[in-house]
Nanobody
Framework: QVQLVASGGGLVQPGGSLRLSCAAS????????IGWFRQAPGKEREGVSC????????YYADSVKGRFTISRNNAKNTVYLQMNSLKPEDTAVYYC?????????????????????WGQGTQVAVSS
């Protein structure tokens, strides 16, 4: 069974850090661009970051540049999102997703949420 599992969310104070993980089972992530997206209550899903197949390229939303870092470990079939200097506005459910078709590089670069497979999401809450 093909599955993406996001984990690592939780409650953290402003200025704190969390590391999210996205692990795949049933298939290898080597051939996919991997994106992180988030959705806050009452808001549309937005792109946060994306990493290319070999990890050579990374993209970030302006709102998280300099604070979040995406990385991947293909040997562990896992992608990470290190989130530092968290702010209350980062509060959302975070999802990881994969894309590998003809438009995958375009989607990744522009953080377009039209990815093929999605994980179940992990809640991040930033509050004092």
């Amino acid at each position: 069974q093909v599955q993406l599992v996001a984990s690592g969310g939780g409650l953290v104070q402003p200025g704190g850090s969390l590391r999210l993980s996205c692990a795949a089972s049933g298939y290898t992530l080597d051939y996919y661009n991997i994106g992180w997206f988030r959705q806050a209550p009452g808001k549309e899903r937005e792109g946060v970051s994306c990493i290319g197949k070999d990890g050579g390229v990374t993209y970030y939303a302006d709102s998280v540049k300099g604070r979040f870092t995406i990385s991947r470990n293909n040997a562990k079939n896992t992608v990470y999102l290190q989130m530092n200097s968290l702010k209350p506005e980062d509060t959302a459910v975070y999802y990881c997703a994969t894309t590998d078709d003809y438009y995958s590089d375009y989607r990744c670069q522009n953080l377009i949420a039209d990815f093929g497979s999605w994980g179940q999401g992990t809640q991040v809450a930033v509050s004092s």
